[in-house]
């Protein structure tokens, strides 16, 4: 039982480039979400899925796309990569029934030049 | 933007001392989770409180749920060196099936 998982670990881009950040969990979680986490700020949503086939924007989704791909995976894309994209992203999800408790992965360094 | 206050941003602690750390919003929460991250981790969580007056322990750690609904208080009895990292509190509006809105983190350091 891996919990949430993400690839890659680290990147480093050029502007303009594009990406997709990968996230997969063996939970059997309904909800799935994406972070990013810049120094000083905690943890800022940019987007989310509360279920397979759904997606929703969270606090930030300017510049990113996602895709629910199945129950076990969600995907964030970097369509043009910008300087102010470096961060670091972590992807989590949430179980079913009366519970708000997300679980996260180990994060993907993102460095764009 | 953010909504919660999360208190004190770091602090520095002598190994054996004991800390207290809390988060305020305007707004009232349902839900209240604490949170820890060691540097170059996922954020791990610690404790989760569900009713108003909740008071829970995880080990040293012991999580309180404010009467109000707006607040939340994370203490850490006889810190001991791996406590160092960062703390985050994070609440889940009434109004919020799927989101929690996060508190900007309290960074432990140990004092060599």
């Known amino acids: 039982n891996a919990g949430v998982t993400q690839t890659p670990k680290f990147q480093v881009l050029k502007t303009g480039q594009s990406m997709t950040l990968q996230c997969a969990q063996d939970?059997?979680?309904?909800?799935m979400y994406w972070y990013r986490q810049d120094p000083g700020m905690g943890l800022r949503l940019i987007y989310y899925?509360?279920?397979?086939?759904?997606?929703d924007k969270g606090e930030v989704p300017n510049g990113y796309n996602v895709s629910r791909l199945n129950k076990r995976e969600f995907s964030l894309r970097l369509e043009s990569a910008a300087p102010s994209q470096t961060s670091v992203y972590f992807c989590?999800?949430?179980?079913?029934?009366?519970?708000?408790?997300?679980?996260f992965g180990p994060g993907t360094r993102l460095t764009v030049t | 933007g953010q909504q919660l206050n999360q208190n004190p941003q770091s602090m520095f602690i002598q190994e054996g001392e004991d800390v207290s750390m809390n988060c305020t919003s305007s707004?009232?929460?349902?839900?209240w989770l604490w949170y820890k991250q060691d540097p170059g981790e996922g954020p791990v969580l610690l404790i989760a409180?569900?009713?108003a007056g909740e008071l829970t322990s995880n080990g040293r750690l012991t999580a309180q749920f404010g009467i109000t609904r707006k607040d939340s208080f994370l203490n850490i009895s006889a810190s001991i060196p791996s406590d160092v990292g960062i703390y985050f509190c994070?609440?889940?509006?009434?109004?919020?099936?799927?989101?929690?809105?996060w508190g900007a983190g309290t960074k432990l350091i140990i004092k060599p």
């Open positions: 989590a999800s949430k179980g079913t029934g009366v519970t708000y408790e997300q679980y």
């Open positions: 994070a609440g889940q509006k009434a109004d919020s099936n799927y989101q929690l809105i």
């Open positions: 707004s009232i929460f349902n839900t």
């Open positions: 939970m059997n979680h309904n909800s």
């Open positions: 899925s509360a279920s397979e086939g759904t997606t």
């Open positions: 409180l569900y009713k």
